[in-house]
């Protein structure tokens, strides 16, 4: 008697829009992510040693999670649905009809310096990485100056083998919704001209670059932002002056945890994790946190009873206790921001990674010339207009312009002015600050980048 030996498929969709069809001898919920990644390294020809720069997602519009080496990726998509009742703030209906996709994408866990080192002996890795850092530019995740968007949109169509004689005068606004993110598009709706002028310049600089250089270039542009390499994560905290609850992205790097708002794309709070004394993941009810004046949409779709009153649902928080500076007169306050979401047991498990594997992330997460391709250095050095592309002028964290006596940090057009996260002060012992008649007392905390310091 002859047994057949079993065959079963799995597709995996690469960031350059691309899906990868994998053959495993054996039944597809017991391959295991790590041995799908080196399946999916091996057809593409990426080296062992890149390997460890990408991991296993499933994916989809409501959910993503990067899975463990040991984990099973075909399994977990047949438990999508219990995966979003316990980790995605949506509806019933909604989660029926959401589909997961098997993706390989970054390791966010993988050092950026270990990267800059991969890219030079490794075109296939570079080649992924590129992509996936251009998807996330043009879907506004990393969310860039105006300037920079538009040398990346240079850049992308010289990567595509456009020239510049290829779009006649007028024409690059036709194509300015597929190289240029959705919020500088907007910002800049009512100067099309304006958009056009600079990409061109900007494509005029890059004549001398060659072909093999241009992802790499790209990349380290990338490296600038504090942004990248972010794992991401949804969730929701109250505003000053708003009586419902704000959505916020919330990104965890080595160094910093950064505040969007969802709706504008615009940075909200950005601190550095050495001025974080610490992070919980608590379940607390309204009442708890004195919050019974914002309605919050997460707390009504974990409300199973009716007649109970949302000031008594528990619901999971992640709280950031950080240290602020307000002038070199006042001394440092701590203070506490709540972000509430179902995903806060993620935050904290990754901010506990990344803080316990500190030693791997010693960076500063900004690119220096000497980390660019020789041919690029080359062409900076010998024309000015080229200077343009030094990627250490492209960072715009801890900008400061000095006015009299007074040193103003620059705000960014993607950083938000208007949005103000309400916190909570801490008291020396680390508990919440409280009135005498009792309450919580609330603080309104400004974003880093629009604090006002003496000198």
Not at 5 to 27: F, Y
Not at 214 to 238: A, I, P
Not at 338 to 363: G, T
Request: glycine share 4%; proline share 5%.
């Amino acid at each position: 008697m002859t047994t057949e030996k079993i065959k079963s498929v799995i597709w995996v969709i690469l960031m350059d829009k691309k899906k990868q069809k994998i053959t495993a001898g054996r039944v597809p919920e017991t391959v295991t992510a790590g041995e799908l990644r080196d399946a999916v390294c091996r057809k593409l020809r990426i080296t062992p040693d890149g390997n460890e720069a990408f991991a296993i997602w499933i994916c989809s519009p409501l959910l993503q999670i990067q899975l463990k080496p040991t984990h099973y990726p075909t399994a977990l998509c047949d438990m999508w649905y219990d995966l979003l009742s316990q980790f995605a703030a949506t509806t019933e209906s909604q989660a029926k009809t959401d589909l997961p996709v098997i993706m390989m994408m970054r390791n966010v866990f993988y050092p950026l310096e270990q990267e800059r080192c991969l890219i030079m002996s490794d075109p296939q890795a570079r080649y992924y990485l590129t992509a996936e850092a251009m998807f996330n530019v043009l879907t506004g995740r990393y969310p860039i100056e105006d300037e920079l968007a538009f040398k990346l949109a240079a850049l992308q169509l010289k990567m595509e083998g456009k020239r510049e004689t290829s779009y006649p005068s007028g024409t690059i606004q036709s194509v300015a919704h597929e190289i240029l993110p959705w919020d500088v598009m907007r910002r800049n709706k009512k100067q099309p001209l304006h958009i056009e002028k600079r990409v061109r310049e900007y494509m005029k600089s890059l004549n001398l670059s060659t072909p093999g250089t241009l992802d790499h270039l790209y990349l380290s542009h990338c490296w600038t932002q504090t942004c990248y390499r972010c794992g991401f994560f949804n969730g929701q905290t109250e505003m000053v002056g708003k009586k419902k609850d704000i959505p916020v992205r919330v990104g965890i790097t080595p160094h910093n945890i950064i505040i969007w708002n969802k709706i504008t794309n615009k940075l909200v709070q950005l601190i550095p994790t050495k001025d974080i004394s610490n992070t919980k993941y608590v379940s607390k009810t309204m009442a708890e946190l004195d919050n019974s004046q914002v309605t919050t949409k997460l707390i009504e779709g974990n409300d199973t009873n009716p007649k109970k009153k949302k000031n008594t649902v528990s619901f999971d928080v992640f709280i950031i206790q950080f240290t602020t500076l307000a002038s070199l007169k006042k001394p440092k306050t701590s203070k506490a921001i709540p972000i509430f979401s179902k995903q806060a047991c993620m935050m904290q498990a990754m901010f506990n990674r990344l803080r316990d594997e500190s030693y791997l992330h010693r960076d500063k997460g900004v690119a220096t010339s000497s980390q660019l391709p020789i041919s690029v250095q080359q062409a900076e050095g010998t024309r000015p207009a080229d200077l343009m592309f030094n990627p250490s002028a492209a960072t715009f964290a801890d900008l400061t312009l000095k006015k009299g006596t007074k040193e103003i940090p620059v705000v960014t057009k993607h950083v938000s002015s208007r949005d103000h996260i309400r916190g909570f002060e801490l008291q020396p012992n680390g508990t919440l600050k409280t009135s005498r008649r009792g309450k919580v007392v609330k603080s309104k905390i400004l974003p880093r980048d629009q604090k006002r310091f003496e000198v």
